[in-house]
């Protein structure tokens, strides 16, 4: 059974990758989403603004998943921008040696470009929970210390 918070429309998604006439590569990666699913914790690697301290940021590969129009009008700051439906395609330009944060506007196209990558082998791979315009709600960069003052009161 997928995890709640997955669409199965993902998993659909995900086979579509895979060329009709390879009906056995299709099971294979159907058997590789299962056992992903199995073993993945809860979180499924998503994160929150506020649990990514300040000076973390440079550390990390951060992925703009949207659309090169919605990057151009914003993005956060030292993001590159990679459209959702290309990571895979894209994938020898992420690193696996160090952090990778992936958004999107809310979370929703970033989940399914996340767990793409963490199927295909990233476990370095973070999605940030609620995309840029939770980010920025929450402070930007300053979001983990924003949070940690909050909660000292």
Same mark, same amino acid.
């Given at each position: ?55 973390? =940021?440079?550390?990390?590969? &951060? ?8 990057? +151009? %009008? !914003?993005?956060?700051?030292? /993001? ?41 082998? =990233?476990?370095?791979?973070? &999605? ?8 920025? +709600? %929450? !402070?930007?960069?300053?979001? /983990? ?9």
């Amino acid at each position: 059974m997928p995890h709640p918070w997955i669409p199965s429309a993902l998993l659909a998604t995900a086979c579509a990758f895979m060329p009709l006439a390879h009906a056995d590569n299709k099971a294979l990666a159907v058997d590789e989403m299962e056992a992903y699913l199995e073993f993945v914790d809860y979180g499924g690697g998503v994160i929150f603004a506020e649990q990514i301290p300040a000076d973390e =940021w440079k550390k990390m590969l &951060v992925i703009d998943a949207r659309d090169a129009g919605q990057f +151009a %009008k !914003g993005h956060i700051p030292g /993001a590159v921008n990679m459209d959702w439906r290309q990571v895979l395609a894209k994938r020898q330009s992420i690193p696996k040696d160090k952090p990778v944060l992936v958004y999107c506007n809310t979370g929703s196209l970033s989940a399914q470009a996340g767990f793409a990558l963490r199927v295909a082998g =990233w476990d370095n791979v973070r &999605v940030l929970q609620g995309g840029m315009e939770e980010w920025k +709600a %929450k !402070g930007g960069f300053d979001a /983990a210390a924003r949070a940690t003052r909050a909660s000292t009161h």
